[in-house]
């Protein structure tokens, strides 16, 4: 919303929330989330057409157009608990806009949302008193987290969907008339509003299907003494395959991937499609598999027990350049580690609030150290969690005298170097290459 302010002046936009401490911190100087270059999006239009408000009742009074973005969680009770979209805040906001309005609307599903909810919420906003017509359209949102002023201001596409009617045509060109203001005509696609929907899902379980399928292949590498980063860079170069997202991780985290597979699993089986829902419930299966992997490669190199020892997680946030922990495969190997009876320290540049908050049941067993020479000091073992550029730039010369000996770096996101690690005198464990080990059996 806030690069919509940015590239159309004509425009003014208002967003409103329930929560009143966030809409404060929006108003102030500390917004609530990180997010590269946001800052100076918000700063330069905020108070000219850019507006952050409580008000929801007078905000739905007053809007010609409104985009909901609403959480829509996997769902943990009764039917679907587990894999359903939970939609009960979509629909109070359904609610929430018939009861404010006296004027016909256009609605636009920003949030990720299963195929067809357009149409209850169709239902729902049409079956007022006063019969006043709402247009429900899907534009869904590609950003991604750590790049997403880039992916709005030069969107790969936009996308908008809408009923093919005359009312529906007429509110598509109103949010199509929005994005060309920017984006070039060719890359504005339109659709019906069931496409649209699907399309959002559907380009998730792609990026998640390459992520599983390197990783699939990287547990091969390791018993195979292939190294995963080769290959990938040859098949990615198969320009019907392309480079992008297959690189091998401790496992895809965050807030999208995970929901949305489960999602189009939970509607096939709905449907009866048991192989379709397999077929995509393995990619999840095998994430899981990632990160469980992660943590017996750790304990198997550490003599086969991690109790007492003091671990450094370089990293907690699911991705770079993020203070975002949701889904992490950090928390997932933390849990673990704790499980072995290790003693963790968590260093991470912008996610540690939110480790604190996920880590707060766990006690003594878990320390949190803003600069990572500090968090390394007196470990046995640095395992990286996130892709931080910083995290290949330090001193580990430093690091590694400061350590317990024998020294472990596990490097879950390949991104160190790990010839030169191995020269200083740690063992290295990258994901799906060969370890760099100083502990021969004799
Ligand atoms: C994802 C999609 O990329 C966006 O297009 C989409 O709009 C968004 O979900 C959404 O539905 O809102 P996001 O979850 O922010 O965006 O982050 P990604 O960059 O997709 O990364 C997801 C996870 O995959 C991260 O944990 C990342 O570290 C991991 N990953 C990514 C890998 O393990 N390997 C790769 O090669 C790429």
Not at 50 to 55: A, H, K, P, Q, Y
Not at 81 to 92: C, H, P, R, S, V
Not at 101 to 125: C, F, H, Y
Not at 187 to 206: G, M, Q, Y
Request: hydrophobic share 40%; with cysteine; proline share 4%.
């Amino acid at each position: 919303m806030a690069v919509i302010a940015l590239k159309c002046p004509q425009y003014k936009v208002t967003l409103v929330d329930t929560n009143a401490e966030r809409i404060a911190e929006w108003n102030s100087d500390r917004f609530p989330i990180y997010e590269p270059g946001l800052d100076e999006v918000v700063t330069s239009v905020r108070g000219k057409n850019l507006f952050f408000s409580t008000e929801i009742e007078k905000n739905i009074h007053e809007a010609d157009i409104i985009f909901v973005s609403v959480n829509t969680p996997t769902k943990m009770f009764g039917v679907g608990a587990g894999m359903a979209a939970d939609l009960q805040y979509w629909e109070k906001t359904a609610r929430q806009i018939l009861a404010f309005s006296n004027q016909p609307k256009i609605i636009v599903e920003k949030s990720t949302l299963p195929v067809k909810t357009a149409l209850t919420m169709e239902r729902i906003l049409n079956s007022g008193p006063d019969g006043l017509h709402f247009d429900v359209l899907s534009n869904p949102e590609f950003l991604a987290e750590g790049t997403a002023i880039q992916d709005l201001s030069e969107p790969d596409r936009v996308l908008v969907g809408s009923r093919l009617t005359e009312s529906g045509l007429a509110a598509r060109q109103e949010i199509v008339d929005i994005y060309r203001n920017w984006v070039p005509e060719e890359k504005i696609l339109v659709s019906d509003v069931w496409s649209s929907e699907l399309s959002k899902l559907v380009s998730n379980l792609f990026l998640s299907q390459r992520i599983s399928t390197i990783n699939s292949i990287s547990a091969f590498c390791e018993k195979t003494g292939a190294d995963v980063a080769r290959v990938a860079k040859a098949v990615g170069m198969d320009h019907r395959i392309g480079d992008k997202f297959l690189k091998a991780s401790i496992g895809f985290g965050g807030s999208c991937f995970k929901k949305d597979i489960l999602n189009l699993v939970y509607m096939c089986q709905t449907y009866g499609l048991e192989e379709v829902a397999d077929y995509w419930q393995s990619v999840v299966r095998i994430n899981e598999y990632q990160k469980e992997r992660f943590v017996t490669n750790m304990l198997q190199a550490m003599f086969n027990t991690l109790s007492g020892k003091r671990i450094c997680l370089f990293g907690f946030a699911f991705k770079a350049d993020t203070g975002d922990t949701r889904e992490s495969a950090a928390l997932y190997i933390a849990r673990r580690l704790i499980n072995e009876q290790a003693k963790l320290v968590v260093t991470d540049p912008k996610a540690l609030p939110n480790a604190k908050i996920d880590l707060a049941g766990f006690g003594d067993a878990v320390a949190f150290e803003r600069g990572p020479y500090k968090a390394a000091e007196g470990c046995h073992a640095i395992a990286v969690m996130t892709e931080w550029r910083q995290y290949k730039a330090l001193d580990y010369q430093k690091i590694y005298k400061r350590m317990v000996k024998p020294a472990f770096i596990f490097d879950g996101r390949n991104i160190l170097d790990h010839k030169a690690l191995f020269d200083v005198g740690f063992n290295v464990y990258p994901v799906g290459k060969p370890a760099l080990t100083h502990l021969h059996e004799s």
